[in-house]
């Protein structure tokens, strides 16, 4: 009878809240520096996608911006009919050219190609240093020769403190996928994939919603949709000067 209230009552209470000891506890300091590095490398390598996915999306936002701001003064200029007066796509123009000049700015001061490899580089010298030291406890358990860990602490440091640091994100992200070492289970887990991917797509909602105007501001002008119509369109009809 307990090990029926056990296997059904207990065990998926403590995984649906995961009551369980998260982190796995280990008493050997090599095998401690080597769970350590394994997560720092997941982080950095982490760092290093992510770093390239902004320097990927940040170009794929000036595109987009300079395609629209190309194709408006084209079509204001075809002689079609335009549900927006000119000052509206004067504005808009002006708005689109700013953008493009702020992300050109952003794209050439962040670095995010050279930050990306330089993470990428750090994480595979943190393997390769793995590696070694995995195979170092391998042959002193046959040998009964002590490792000196001190080198591979200090080998660690200067690997590690070379590219820039990785953020939140990029260790919660890491945790979760390191099944192994972290047994973090039901709402608990849930709740931090959210939480990471909120993190994580937080840099991406301006551009995105400047790109998603963008295209609607353009899909109006062609009659395709009467999204903005109703706003900038009747701003086309209020005089701007009142005579006495």
Known sequence: MECLFDTFV??????????????????????????????????????????????????????????????????????????YGDKVLSMLQIFLAVAVLVYSVVIGTSKYDLRAAALDRCGVGIKGLIRKLRNEISESKDSGVSINLEKYHADYHEISTEPENHVRVDYVFAVLESRADFKITGLKRLFLLGKAYAMYSIPYLIPTAMMIFEVLFILDILGVTNCFTGVFGIAKSIPTTFSG
């Not at 995961?18 to 590095?37: G, R, T, V, W, Y």
């Not at 940040?58 to 009919?81: A, C, E, K």
């Open 10 to 83: 207990v065990k998926p209470i403590v995984w649906l809240f995961s009551f369980q000891l998260e982190e796995k506890q280990e008493n050997d300091p090599a095998q401690k520096l080597l769970n350590s590095m394994r997560i720092t490398a997941k982080c950095r390598f982490n760092a290093s996608i992510r770093l390239g996915r902004s320097s990927r999306y940040s170009f794929l936002t000036t595109t987009v911006l300079s395609l629209g701001l190309i194709f408006m003064p084209l079509y204001q200029n075809s002689g079609l009919t335009i549900p």
